[in-house]
């Protein structure tokens, strides 16, 4: 055997069972009846689970004010006038015709703000939300520093359009009475968000953490006192910046504001009555044409209202269905003309 014919048998693999690809295998034998069973099965589950789901989402109570136009008064004052420092308020009373039992949420809803824009969901300093170094707003493509160089914490677009309407809502206890409705302001954030994704910086006290550091240009606070009344809620890692910096999808989307402290008179819920929302209008929507809503729901096992999830499933168990049927008749027919022809046999 010359060396060539060697060199070339030295690259072949080995004659082992796994390299010469001879290990014992299972082939599935997949019958008609398997494959139909299996289909139909599918389809089945699908449908079962969608009706459960759009059961679900039909069951929960939810009610939508929307005070874009209702605080008409407020926006005109706050999106015309240069100097608006102090917050314009406005009362929406409602009717609750129905006691909503158990846990309630309170959402803020925004129409056509767009959260998706690329250049806008990259316009943080992860470093900084972090806090790992303050100053670092090399990643903020917008609203890095003030005019005579501060560096600005937190940095970028998202942080400095926050949301920052106060939303109040009051019971009306009877004919003269209103009570404040107790709402908490924690326990509204995703886990790995709160205690990983957002830090504050290692200090004695939150001012000189963030010594050297000014204010976005649209905030009327510094961002340690985003929550004056509990110190465990300011911050980076105050709930309602951190709700805010995960972007929404779509330009329609709510955000969870607060959820009911079910104490007192609200132990079982929100009862039916009179209620009222007030409202310190901060946030502008109208010079881009949006919308505005505060809404009041509760949650089952999946989620909140949406029917989307639960169309889908039916959708895909219905059209499974049609496919399984469609199927099984084909194979019918086909059994049937073998078993009336068995030695037809077709000659070219």
Known sequence: MDRQSQTQLSRLPDNSAFKQQRL???????????????????????????IILILSAKSIKEIEINYTYTCANCAKLREHAINFNKG????????????????????YKLYGFHQNLYRYIL????????????????????????????PICPCGAIANSMFNDTIILLYNLNSSIYVEVPMLANGITWWTDKFIKF????????????????????????????????????????????????????PTFK?????????????????????????IYNFPVTRF????SVVL??????????????????????????????????????????????HYKVKL
């Open 24 to 50: 014992p295998a299972y082939r599935l034998q997949l019958s008609a009846t398997k494959v139909l069973s299996g289909f139909f099965a599918t389809g089945a589950f699908c449908l079962v689970m969608g």
């Open 88 to 107: 314009c308020t406005c009362t929406i009373p409602f009717f609750l015709p129905e006691k909503m039992q158990g846990n309630v949420y309170m959402y």
């Open 123 to 150: 316009s943080r300093s992860n470093s900084q939300l972090m806090g790992r170094n303050i100053k670092d707003v090399g990643e903020c493509n917008s609203f890095r520093k003030t005019h005579n160089g501060t």
């Open 199 to 250: 830090q504050n910086p290692i200090s004695s006290d939150l001012p000189s953490a963030f010594a050297g550091t000014a204010k976005p240009p649209y905030w009327s606070t510094p961002v340690y006192g985003l929550d004056e009344d509990n110190s465990g809620n300011n911050g980076l890692i105050n709930e309602d910046f951190i709700v805010w910096m995960r972007t929404a999808a779509f």
């Open 255 to 279: 955000k969870l504001y607060r959820r009911l402290h079910r104490i007192q008179h609200f132990a079982e819920g929100l009862p039916a009555g009179n209620y009222s929302f007030n409202i």
């Open 289 to 292: 044409q949006g919308e505005k």
């Open 297 to 342: 729901s509760t949650l089952t096992w999946c989620g909140g209202s949406s029917l989307f999830l639960g169309v889908a499933y039916t959708v895909t168990g219905a059209l499974t269905w049609l496919a399984s049927s469609s199927m099984m008749a084909i194979h019918l027919m086909q059994k049937k003309g073998k078993t009336l022809f068995p």
